[in-house]
């Protein structure tokens, strides 16, 4: 079955730190990947996509992500956090491609940013 | 353009009663995804329509269910609500694999 592991519940960093998020997902085939941003008490905020093709993806708000197929991963980058970047992170990989392209997500990551 | 809008944002039910959530979905989307999101959790897929027909089912109980009207909004249903229903309820649009998200209906059930 699919499912996505974010083995870190909580995360700290210093503002102007780098940061980088953990991701594995257990997917047969090649999967579409995906990382939300959440505030509190707010909707999910899309960050950046994986579909096929450069595994280095660029998104929103200075973040990155880097898929490797031989690792299962799919971790997110950024290489100088903003207190506003504090929030909660999702993956998400799509599920049953085909008939329902329901979204499989993990648990997430909270990330505190320290002044 | 106007995003995806769910309403209410905010409501409180009893035990046993039963809760109608609305969702409207960005121009030209079709499809209507619902989640459902526990506190500390990542949100759980719950069902999937596409012109009106549903394409998938998450595993939840029958209390639940949903619906997609001609101009492709949606509601979601929930009767005889338990402790455990309390939750963020988050609605998807979604163009081909890209899902965009609502700001949720924030449920409390006392």
């Known amino acids: 079955a699919q499912s996505v592991t974010q083995p870190d519940i909580h995360i700290t960093v210093s503002e102007g730190a780098s940061l980088e998020l953990r991701c594995n997902y257990s997917y047969g085939a090649t999967p579409y990947l995906f990382w939300y941003v959440q505030s509190p008490g707010q909707g999910l905020q899309l960050l950046l996509k994986?579909?096929?093709?450069?595994?280095l993806v660029q998104g929103i708000k200075g973040f990155e992500a880097e898929f490797k197929r031989s690792q299962s991963s799919f971790n997110l980058r950024k290489p100088s956090v903003h207190w506003s970047d504090a929030a909660e992170y999702f993956c998400?990989?799509?599920?049953?491609?085909?008939?329902?392209?329901?979204?499989?997500f993990g648990t997430g990551t909270l990330l505190a940013v320290q002044p | 353009d106007a995003g995806v809008t769910q309403s209410p944002t905010h409501l409180i039910k009893t035990r046993g009663q039963h809760v109608t959530l609305r969702c409207s979905p960005i121009s030209g989307h079709k499809s209507v995804s619902w989640y459902q999101q526990v506190l500390g959790q990542g949100p759980q897929f719950i069902f999937q329509?596409?012109?009106?027909?549903?394409?998938g089912r998450g595993n939840f109980p029958d209390r639940f269910s949903a619906r997609q009207f001609p101009n492709y909004s949606s509601e979601l249903n929930v009767n005889a609500l338990l402790l455990g229903d309390s939750a963020l309820y988050l609605c998807?649009?979604?163009?081909?694999?890209?899902?965009?998200f609502g700001q949720g209906t924030r449920l409390t059930v006392v």
């Open positions: 998807a649009s979604s163009q081909q694999f890209e899902a965009f």
């Open positions: 329509y596409y012109e009106k027909e549903e394409r």
């Open positions: 994986y579909f096929s093709g450069d595994t």
């Open positions: 998400a990989v799509v599920g049953q491609r085909g008939a329902t392209n329901k979204l499989i």
